[in-house]
């Protein structure tokens, strides 16, 4: 299983960003999918994650209101859209997915995903 990553840049703050991730390989199935961020001398945080079924979502809470986790099932694709980005926003972003996951299970926890994608750096400025 592979996941690519796409779309970051640089943005000011306020703007918005799209990144998208790409699962392709085995295990055609519906995939539990999410996004991890990490930023420079911090720890990796759960962003937001979607369950197979596409009808759980869950999101961290400093993106709660801001961020949408969206998953086209045919293109095993997710996406999030970013809007109202802030400098703290900033970091490189991971998707992760979780092909085994109870169907409608959208864990927050980055063990439960298995695959992971090379990130794709996010820099808002002020």
């Known amino acids: 299983v592979q996941l690519q990553a796409s779309g970051g840049g640089s943005v000011q703050a306020g703007g918005s960003l799209r990144i998208s991730c790409t699962v392709s390989g085995r295990n055609e199935g519906a995939d539990a999918m999410a996004w991890f961020r990490q930023a420079p001398g911090k720890e990796r945080e759960f962003v937001a994650a979607v369950s197979r079924s596409g009808r759980r979502i869950r999101y961290g809470e400093s993106v709660q209101g801001r961020f949408t986790i969206d998953k086209d099932h045919p293109k095993r694709t997710v996406y999030l859209q970013m809007n109202a980005l802030e400098p703290e926003d900033t970091a490189m972003y991971y998707c992760?997915?979780?092909?085994?996951?109870?169907?409608?299970?959208?864990?927050?926890?980055?063990?439960?995903?298995?695959?992971w994608g090379q990130g794709t750096l996010v820099t808002v400025s002020s």
């Open positions: 992760a997915t979780a092909p085994a996951l109870r169907w409608d299970t959208a864990s927050t926890i980055a063990n439960d995903y298995p695959y």
